[in-house]
């Protein structure tokens, strides 16, 4: 199988939260890959999120019911453990569709909403440091 090569850079579509053209950063230094979520209930067995961010204008969604989740602990940088809530959904590289867990996190004072961990690239991408939005440049010359 060929790999595609990603940037250190893209944006990307997440077509089951309802967001487009969202700023992701490409970080083979963590595991998981994880989304902002700016509001969190859980509610009789679902979760309701709110994917929105100032800082970020395509960043917006209306309240998103996930009726199927999990939680699992992730290590930061610095060794602080943490419990989160992870999602699956749809994310759109290349023009093709790829299913990807996510965990949700506070980023907002984070430059990108959205890191997309080794989990997730493993056995599909690779990644040039030299480059930028490689999936989001070709898909805009189709």
């Given at each position: 199988m060929i790999k595609k090569i990603l940037g250190r850079v893209d944006k990307v579509d997440f077509p089951e939260l309802k967001l487009n053209t969202i700023d992701v950063k490409i970080d083979t230094g963590a595991y998981t890959s994880?989304?902002?979520?700016?509001?969190?209930?859980?509610?009789?067995g679902k979760l309701y999120c709110i994917f929105y961010s100032k800082e970020h204008p395509n960043f917006k969604?209306?309240?998103v019911v996930f009726?199927?989740?999990t939680y699992t602990d992730v290590k930061s940088s610095n060794g602080h453990k943490e419990n989160r809530y992870k999602i699956k959904t749809?994310?759109?590289?290349?023009?093709k569709s790829y299913k990807i867990n996510l965990t949700l996190s506070t980023r907002e004072d984070m430059r990108f909403p959205v890191l997309i961990g080794r989990q997730f690239l493993k056995n599909k991408f690779l990644v040039d440091v030299d480059l930028?939005?490689?999936s989001f440049k070709q898909t805009k010359v189709k």
């Open positions: 994880a989304i902002h979520c700016s509001k969190i209930r859980e509610v009789d969604s209306e309240e009726n199927t989740y749809t994310v759109i590289f290349f023009g930028d939005n490689q």
